[in-house]
């Protein structure tokens, strides 16, 4: 893997936060994703979020698994705790990370192929657990590393890049997130950056299992008219002694939009996506009238997007499992292994 540093240098004018950091404390590597990638706009609205909410980065642990969205954790955060696991482990590395050390804020970076696919048990027992995490999906259908193959999540109907229809249903994250008992479920688009920024600041401060499903479009294998995912052309095959690919620039897609509203969001190639924010009366802490809003929208072929739900008095796993209040990565050889006096007590009350 390539990494390309920015410059140290920093214009000694820059806006500082609270604790005196610029938005370049914030960043790391030069991304060598795709010209006009979703997942950049992703890092930007991490990076933005961070910054407004004064996070020391030392603080901060970014853990991912294997794809084009894991790899985005080195594009933010350049001075935070980092850990790339391996193909659809994100979870649990995390989960364990977070419980000999409660005291970092954990950012679990991961998509579509690694979460809904090989991954999606882990995806559903650290959800349901309810790991003290902010767990962002960057969901763009396809499987983007080895070249554009349906993902759990592209829609039924929708057409790859070779013209085949996925005749497979889909896989609504932000649905399973909520049955599975997550406290905070958000969705979004990478293009967002008004309603996103706000969604990843407030899964951050949020004690609990939060997650986001963010639509965030591939230009280069999914780029075609007939997915419902798409950003860029539809390149023609050709027979050859070896294949060149080229991803052309692209300027990526924002928008702007009102609560209660629904916007047509139309891509380079000239497919669409239908994206619904919620309106502001929405009630966010009815679990099962967000699932029946979910499906009511997808019949409709719309994406809702906004705070889909959030529990009130969230809890975290180590509530769950009353662990003590002093991260367990700090305490000595006395305070785990307290005797045998102390385990023959333990034993009795389980008899």
Known sequence: MTYLAKPKFQHPDLPKNELGYTHRDYEGSVSTLCAGCGHDSITASIIQACFELSIEPHRVAKISGIGCSSKTPTYFLGNSHGFNSVHGRMPSVLTGANLANRDLIYLGVSGDGDSASIGFGQFAHALRRGVNMTYIVENNGVYGLTKGQFSATADRGSKSKRGVTNTDNSIDLAAMALQL?????????????????????AAIAHEGAAFIDIISPCVAFNNHAGSTKSFDFVREHNESVNRLDFISSRMPIEVQYEPGTVEIVEQHDGSRLALRKLQADYDVHDRTAAQGFLQQHAAKGQIVTGLLYMDKTPSDLHAHLHTVDVPLNVLDAKDLCPGQATLDKVNASLR
């Open 181 to 201: 008992g997550a406290s905070f479920v958000a969705r979004s688009f990478s293009g967002d950056k008004q309603q996103l920024v706000p969604i990843i600041r």
